[in-house]
């Protein structure tokens, strides 16, 4: 009996040790608090939605393990990603590393080339990680599976237009809205708008554009990887490759430039929201980040104004093709220091991404909470009590876009800023340029279609696709 008593006694005591080393010892003491900082560049009500819950944080999650947050707004994100830039090379005057600084990819990529960023498969388990949209991690991982930046709210694109200009066009043509589901239903949607207002005066020509886009790089780069080519890739060491397959750009040549030139799209504003505002067009494809800004009311001049009602929906895509939608929005990033520290930047990371702290921050200031189970609009809407109708459109496009689509953003490659430029303008500065030479023979008496059958050639887009190209590799190809 008693060697039965000694034999139970010394198995509790073998599995209470066990199971004491199978817990991790944390480095964070309650007694003794550390401090980590987080630098960032947020500004207006993103800003003051932060601030809060880094102050919640320091008074009840912080407070129990000991970790004290403090936050510094460093400018825009070219001047944080200056300061960061000079602090990690130790350049004279500059400050020391913070803790966590918020980057897009090409700047933590630059860090971490220099070896200052933490590898936060170290510090989350990947239990833990399975919690976050696949997509909004893919982004952060460098060089295969080592998750550089972390995701605490992001963006995509919406559609949103003026319904009552909308409503007008749809009941004298018969016009749904199910045409704009597609990219090419835009296109065909944009020419009939164009038609439809030209009629209205006995002016001929002088149709109105229906549509515009901001983000013309994620045109080409959420188009092509819907036609099934990624334009930006990187090798394992970071290398730029492009794809710029040429029945792909065509494709989204035929529908943005020769729209354009037409005068079915317009882009004259800063973007597009405020083109809207100006009665220029009456859709357009923006960020949820920017939806903040879709007008309410319709104002050409100081005494012409009338208000409108708008809708929101999934931008739309290729008919048929790929169901992928742009992901974008800077993350955080963890920088290299001693063990409580990292500790201390993975407790707050853990906390602020939870589903009540992210949806309030991230609704707040036009974005998406990054959590799988944060993405439901009926959660959103039932925590954040939103009574905007407007906003709740967009919440729901936007949680709509989420849950259907593989969000998509290239991983940081060398000189991707240059490459994402050349995307950025290539396209839409020709067309702006070349639709302004066409309105100036219009005006020399050429009627619209004469004119602008001088631009819609094969010969005008091949002597484009080879410049754009040759600038592409260009760029893929330059070292720092």
């Not at 912080?62 to 000079?86: H, Q």
């Amino acid at each position: 009996m008693k060697l039965k008593k000694y034999l139970v006694g010394v198995i509790c005591v073998t599995m209470l040790a066990l199971l004491c080393g199978c817990a991790p010892e944390s480095n964070l003491d309650p007694d003794s608090p550390i401090t980590i900082n987080i630098w960032h560049y947020y500004n207006g009500q993103q800003e003051k939605a932060f601030n809060k819950l880094v102050e919640e944080f320091n008074q009840t999650e912080g407070k129990d393990k000991g970790v004290i947050v403090e936050s510094s707004n460093y400018g825009s994100v070219s001047e944080l990603g200056d300061s960061v830039l000079d602090a990690a090379n130790e350049k004279v005057g500059s400050e020391d590393m913070p803790n966590i600084f918020a980057a897009y990819s090409d700047t933590a990529y630059e860090i971490d080339k220099l070896g200052k960023v933490v590898s936060l498969n170290e510090l989350f388990s990947e239990e833990e990680l399975a919690e976050y949209v696949p997509g909004y991690l893919e982004e952060g991982y460098f060089r295969g599976d080592d998750l550089k930046i972390f995701p605490i709210a992001k963006s995509t694109e919406i559609f949103m237009m003026n319904k009552t200009d909308w409503d007008k066009f749809a009941k004298a043509t018969g016009a749904k809205v199910s045409d704009l589901d597609t990219i090419e239903g835009i296109t065909k949607t944009a020419e009939a708008y164009y038609e439809y207002t030209d009629s209205l005066t006995a002016e001929p020509d002088d149709g109105q554009a229906f549509f515009g886009r901001d983000a013309m790089a994620n045109y080409f780069i959420i188009g092509a990887k819907q036609l099934g080519h990624e334009i930006v890739s990187g090798d394992e060491e970071g290398n730029a490759k492009i794809d710029f397959d040429k029945e792909t750009v065509r494709k989204l040549w035929d529908n943005y430039y020769v729209p354009y030139v037409n005068g079915y799209f317009m882009s004259k504003g800063r973007f597009r929201s405020d083109d809207v505002k100006m009665g220029n067009i009456i859709a357009c494809v923006c960020s949820t980040s920017g939806s903040t800004y879709f007008p309410k009311e319709i104002i050409f001049d100081d005494e012409t104004s009338y208000k409108i009602e708008s809708a929101a929906k999934e931008a739309p895509k290729f008919k048929g093709r790929e169901d992928v939608a742009v992901q974008q929005g800077a993350g955080l990033v963890v920088t290299k220091g001693s063990d409580a520290e990292n500790e201390a930047a993975a407790t707050f990371l853990k906390w602020f991404t939870d589903e009540d702290q992210n949806i309030a921050f991230s609704i707040d200031s036009g974005y998406m909470p990054v959590k799988k189970d944060a993405t439901d609009e009926k959660k959103i809407l039932e925590k954040t009590k939103v009574k905007d109708e407007q906003m709740k459109q967009v919440i729901i496009a936007a949680a709509d876009t989420v849950n259907n689509n593989e969000l998509y953003t290239p991983k940081a490659v060398e000189n991707g800023t240059s490459i994402r430029n050349i995307l950025e303008y290539s396209m839409s500065d020709k067309a702006a340029a070349d639709r302004e030479k066409i309105e100036k023979l219009m005006k020399s008496g050429l009627s619209r279609k004469e004119a602008v059958k001088r631009f819609t050639t094969d010969q005008n887009f091949e002597k484009w696709y080879e410049d754009t190209l040759k600038a592409l590799n260009e760029a893929a190809k330059q070292r720092k």
